[in-house]
């Protein structure tokens, strides 16, 4: 269960797949059906899906293949993974609490924006289904950076946008990766629970 920290801030960073939406079991199927479409021989549990989780997707493959010594088709996993999540995305749900804790940071006047490991369109359409289009000023996705999490880099360029110094931001994150980032901008950081 997410318990929002009694500590204020002037800028949050909320992650958005598996912390505003509850997208993580569907991205789990999507990833194994594209690498089974790629016949890559590799299939994923929870555990080892959310030891990546926050990573940007071609980042996710080159990791697989170095650890596992593969020759994965990023493109090709990539392809039928994004095209089994659109064909599915009417699963996803919002995390409620974590949503109403977005809404009461924005309503005190505090700065909030969305760093995703995700593609914009992706992110842009899952932020839509769960009702929270246009909600956030600020989203930063893995196109805008060059390293994603666990660099730095995406909770950097958010707190930069939003005018906050990185010592003045909460990132909410449900992956170890995300608050491995998070620790490396210098910003304090919570973790939502995930079932995973």
């Known amino acids: 269960m997410f318990i929002p920290p009694k500590k204020s ?3 949050y960073i909320f992650d958005c797949d598996g912390t505003l939406a509850d997208t993580m079991p569907l991205h789990l199927r999507a990833w194994n059906y594209g690498l089974k479409a790629a016949n890559s021989g590799l299939e994923l549990d929870g555990h080892s899906f959310m030891s990546v989780a926050g990573m940007a997707l071609e980042q996710t493959i080159k990791h697989w293949n170095e650890t596992h010594s593969l020759q994965i088709d990023a493109e090709v996993v990539m392809r039928e993974k994004n095209d089994y999540f659109k064909r599915h995305h009417e699963e996803i749900d919002p995390i409620i609490p974590v949503l109403e804790f977005a809404r009461s940071c924005k309503a005190s006047g505090a700065a909030v924006s969305v760093a995703s490991g995700g593609e914009r369109p992706d992110v842009l359409e899952t932020l839509r289904l769960i009702c929270m289009d246009g ?7 893995a196109e805008d950076v ?5 660099a730095p880099d995406l909770f950097l360029l958010a707190a930069e946008k939003m005018g906050i110094a990185p010592a003045d931001c909460l990132v909410i994150e449900d992956s170890l990766l995300g608050i491995e980032a998070a620790d490396t901008a210098g910003m304090d950081s919570v973790l939502v629970p995930h079932p995973f």
């Not at 909600?135 to 996705?141: A, D, E, G, Q």
Request: glycine share 6%.
């Open 146 to 150: 060059k390293h994603s999490k666990p």
């Open 135 to 141: 909600f956030f000023p600020v989203i930063t996705t």
């Open 9 to 11: 801030y002037l800028g």
